[in-house]
């Protein structure tokens, strides 16, 4: 895979020299901005083919920034980082056509495999929603739509352990690593 064009929207200055290091071998033309309001400009000016986004407030709402990003130009990937492990806000970026949401605490190979996902645009490969079960749709369908386990057990009148179980027998089946792998898979699948 050829090296993409990368813009980082970070507000940390401490973390963006680590990050020129990680990406140098794997990205071109690596850019920075660290202003929200630049963000937008610099991605007309750059025009990359991977943002990679953190979801933090210098940059507004974050996945606002994912949506107009998409308006601008739908082929340029986006990588959403957040600090927090929530799945509402991975399955609002899927929804607002992120590539991938990863957590800040993610190891750089994770970072590095989310960044050849986006360019590949895969989603799974041949996984389909067909081989899913009934029950395991509904409780695909509810995590995408940003529900916590406890929820969608009081929704379909089960225990949170038993949706625990369809999640990660599903993750399995699928062969998903992460929740934010499997909410991209729902809308991927139009479940949501």
Known sequence: ?????????????????????????????????ADGRALLTAVKEARPEVVILEASSPFGSSL???????????????????????????AETFHRRGSAHLLERSTSGELLAAIHHAMTHVANGDASASRLTSRQRDVLRLLAEGKSMKEIGRILNVAPRTVAFHKYRMMEQLKIETSAGLIRFAVHQHLV
């Open 1 to 33: 895979m050829a090296k993409p064009r990368t813009l980082a929207a970070n507000d940390h200055a401490l973390a963006a020299e680590p990050f020129d290091a990680l990406a140098a071998p794997h990205a071109d033309a690596v850019t920075r901005t």
């Open 64 to 90: 606002d920034a994912v949506r107009q990003i998409n308006q601008f130009d739908p082929s340029i990937a986006v990588v959403v980082i957040s600090l927090r492990e929530d799945d509402r806000t991975a």
